[in-house]
């Protein structure tokens, strides 16, 4: 099946400092990625939805300052927290979608993010 | 726009027992459901896809099965292990895909 990456699978950072967040899919080609966020014991939320070379789409009360998405090639988006802050210590999983089989998506193994 | 509810959130079974997990979404217009597994800290593992013409997926001692009129799933474990202790997502796909909270399944030795 297709293979998705993600990096750093874990990253711990100082209030306020950026911390970024690459995705890539390994052996397809993603026009479109997906970011979620998981905070402790609740499910995935989606954050923004990106697509190759035009910006990302982000879900209503996501800040897109805040959380800056770059999907720059068919194989790689990341995911910049700009000016990181205790409450946005979270498990952030990202997917891509396959355009070979359906479009089904795939998931990273996901970043564990600890603000300090 | 879509919801996705998972019942029970929490169960814990005596290993050996069947069980089932349930799924309920609003909007009945999806491509897929996909139930999932999720081990504390890791990411996700992918059990069964039913897509939407489907009614049920088997894959070992899993069943999942999709009533999309309704807007029903389920995921039935058989002769449950410890092993099987983790918390399972059920997810709808349309143009993204939309989680539900997940039910924190333990099973005891």
């Known amino acids: 099946g297709a293979v998705v990456s993600q990096h750093p699978s874990r990253v711990i950072c100082k209030s306020g400092t950026s911390v970024k967040i690459e995705c890539r899919s390994l052996d397809f080609q993603a026009t479109t990625m997906f970011w979620y966020r998981q905070f402790p014991k609740q499910s995935l939320m989606l954050m923004a939805t990106?697509?190759?070379?035009?910006?990302?789409?982000?879900e209503q009360g996501v800040e897109k300052d805040k959380f800056l998405i770059n999907h720059a090639s068919l194989t790689l988006s990341t995911l910049t927290v700009t000016s990181a802050h205790p409450e946005d210590s979270s498990f952030y999983i990202c997917s891509a979608r396959e355009p070979r089989q359906g479009y089904e998506q795939y998931f990273g193994p996901g970043t564990r993010l600890t603000v300090t | 726009k879509q919801e996705v509810t998972q019942i029970p959130a929490a169960l814990s079974v005596p290993e050996g027992e069947n069980l089932v997990l349930n799924c309920s979404f609003t909007d009945s217009a999806i491509y897929n459901l996909q139930w999932f597994r999720q081990d504390p800290g890791k990411g996700l593992t992918s059990l069964l896809l039913i897509q939407s013409s489907q009614r049920e997926q088997t894959s070992g001692r899993l069943n999942a099965s999709l009533d999309k009129s309704s807007g029903r799933s389920t995921l039935y474990i058989a002769a449950s292990q410890p092993g099987d202790s983790a918390t399972y997502l059920c997810a709808v796909k349309q143009y993204d895909m939309r989680f539900g909270a997940g039910t924190r399944l333990t099973v005891k030795p």
């Open positions: 990106s697509n190759e070379g035009s910006k990302a789409t982000y």
